[in-house]
């Protein structure tokens, strides 16, 4: 046989393959799928210095006996990245926007950075 011919019969099956691999979402990333926490969140990086400023704020004034939430560390985890995503979706706050420390109250108000962080602290601790 044309070597040719072995080239192009190779090629038309590869390139078959790959419509079909398209097609059938052989390439298409899987989402991940995660249980949001019910209640306030709150997001935060390790290593994040105004994180430890909320962090620091809570403990200081004993804001987990005041108030109940969750806290969600999202620079090295990436279930909880998703999680953030899709609140910051509620939110309507573009990705780029998006940073830590970030609060959902839990119904559907973001909070991102410190000094709002620790105001909406203080206002559910009546402080």
């Not at 560390?73 to 309507?92: F, H, P, R, T």
């Not at 108000?109 to 410190?114: L, N, Q, R, S």
Request: glycine share 8%.
């Amino acid at each position: 046989m044309d070597k040719n011919i072995v080239i192009t019969v190779v090629l038309i099956i590869f390139a078959g393959l790959l419509v079909w691999a398209f097609q059938s979402g052989v390439f298409v990333p899987k989402p991940i799928t995660v249980n949001v926490p019910d209640g306030i969140i709150l997001f935060y990086g390790d290593g994040c210095p105004h994180c430890k400023i909320v962090d620091d704020f809570i403990t200081e004034n004993k804001i987990e006996d005041k108030v109940k939430f969750t806290r969600l560390e999202v620079w090295y985890d990436k279930s909880n990245q998703a999680i953030l995503g899709q609140i910051a979706q509620k939110c309507n706050i573009e990705t780029n926007q998006v940073g830590v420390p970030f609060l959902y109250d839990g119904l559907k108000k973001c909070y991102v950075g410190d000094v709002d962080v620790i105001n909406f602290f203080k206002t559910q601790a009546g402080i």
